[in-house]
């Protein structure tokens, strides 16, 4: 079946400890997403690429950065992860246009120490 | 400013009691409008698309409609096991030409048998 694998599902890090969260997916859509989760909120937009054009939320962190190889892997990397940082993280896609919603993959919860 | 919210924030039912989860929405150049689905811990699982004011979507006990201001997800004789939150977010057009997604804070639906 088509789908967006996140891994880890479970990742535990040390305070100022760097760590890369990876996306892959198997539906050939053309717009990757990283969304960032806290408890009882809505999904926040990190970024987002558009093919291979990276698109920044004005307001994402600096210590946040990503990655998009090809067109089915997309990386998020967290340069120094601090305490606000620990989160469920989503990554999504879709086709590009307005053709349909995101699907989304299962989520990393990120733990930091 | 684009913006999307969700009401009731909570929701309590008996097994089989009907209710309806609202969704208004400010955005210009809206795109479409999509229901998700969150299991605790997991990521959202897409519900519905819809483009158009008066368009109407079903699936199972669930039904969403679409106004030029909000949408409402219909629950009929909802069970338990549709107890989850449940997320609505909108496709925007951008300036440069991309698409943006705003997600509300969702609606936590809890049934009872």
Redesign the interface.
Known sequence: DAM?I?NPRYQVTQFGKPVTLSCSQTLNHNVM?WYQQKS????K?LFHY?DKDF?NEADTPDNFQSRRPNTSFCFLDIRSPGLGDAA?Y?C?TSR???A????????T?LTVL | EDQVTQSPEALRLQEGESSSLNCSYTVSGL??L?W?RQDP??????LF?L?SAGEEKEKERLKATLTKKESFLHITAPKPEDSATY?C?V?A?TTSG????F????T?LKVLA
């Open positions: 967006v996140q997403y009882s909120q809505a999904p937009l558009y698109n469920m989503l999504a590009g246009g307005p349909g919603g995101q699907f989304f993959g299962p989520g919860r | 795109r479409g999509f998700y811990g997991k990521g959202p699982e897409f698309t483009y997320l977010a496709q057009g991309t698409y943006k997604y997600f509300g804070t969702g936590r």
